[in-house]
């Protein structure tokens, strides 16, 4: 399936966007170098691949995104936020949040994307400055003893920033409206002009997330 498809050299560079597939496909192989990915992530192209494959890098013709303003709270999130139950953090536990989205068991039972070179590779954006997580905690109750983490984390998200746009990668939850906490307080601290969220899903539309095309979101990355 890959055979018409062009293949990355050692040179940090992508095709011009009128190559790439109906799919989205630009190009593959290549490494996930901190170079190399700031340098996709600016030119709107992100990696998406499975563990025994080679790197596959997208840049589909419909993008999902959040423009901050258009965020949707639903009633039943708003009490959430009114509880104030949950403690939020930033950077706090970047190498916690990508493990755990990486080891989520998806409803589909296939499992994540997150292969271990990408881990690596993002863990590495993030000691660079480049890569951010917000963490959601709830108070540990369970155990008091004094060498007993005083907060569990039980969501969280993580991704790039690119000037005023967060490129969301993914995010976990172990307890209701855990994620999606992370997801509002990340839309609600005026940093960003745009949410990056890559592909549709049902999840992210409730919040208020919606296509465009991909010459749109390139003028507004670019």
């Excluded at 170079?35 to 890098?57: C, D, M, Q, T």
């Excluded at 998806?106 to 863990?123: C, L, N, P, S």
């Excluded at 109750?141 to 993580?158: A, M, P, W």
Aim: charge should be negative; glycine fraction near 6%; aromatic fraction near 12%.
């Amino acid at each position: 399936m890959y055979d018409s498809m062009i293949w990355l050299s050692e040179k940090i560079e992508f095709p011009p966007h009128q190559y790439t597939t109906k799919d989205g496909i630009i190009a593959l192989g290549g490494d996930l170098s901190p170079e190399r990915l700031i340098h996709a992530y600016k030119h709107g192209i992100f990696p998406w691949y499975s563990e025994n494959e080679p790197i596959v890098w997208y840049c589909p013709p419909k993008r999902m995104v959040l423009f901050p303003k258009e965020l949707k709270i639903s009633k039943s999130m708003q009490q959430v936020l009114r509880k104030n139950e949950f403690i939020i953090t930033e950077n706090e536990a970047f190498e916690e949040v990508i493990f755990n989205c990486k080891n989520t068991v998806r409803k589909d039972g296939f499992g994540t994307w997150i292969t271990d070179e990408m881990e690596q590779a993002y863990i590495e954006l993030f000691k660079k400055g480049h890569a951010k997580s917000i963490e959601i905690w709830l108070p540990n109750t369970e155990n008091r003893s004094v060498n007993c983490d005083k907060k569990v984390l039980v969501g969280g998200l993580y991704g790039i920033e690119i000037g005023t746009v967060f490129c969301g990668e993914s995010m976990f939850t172990k307890v209701s409206n855990a994620s999606k906490l992370a997801f509002i307080y990340l839309v609600q601290s005026n940093l960003y002009k745009l949410i990056d969220c890559q592909m549709y899903n049902d999840y992210l539309a409730s919040l208020g997330a919606r296509e465009i095309s991909r010459n749109e979101f390139l003028n507004i990355l670019i």
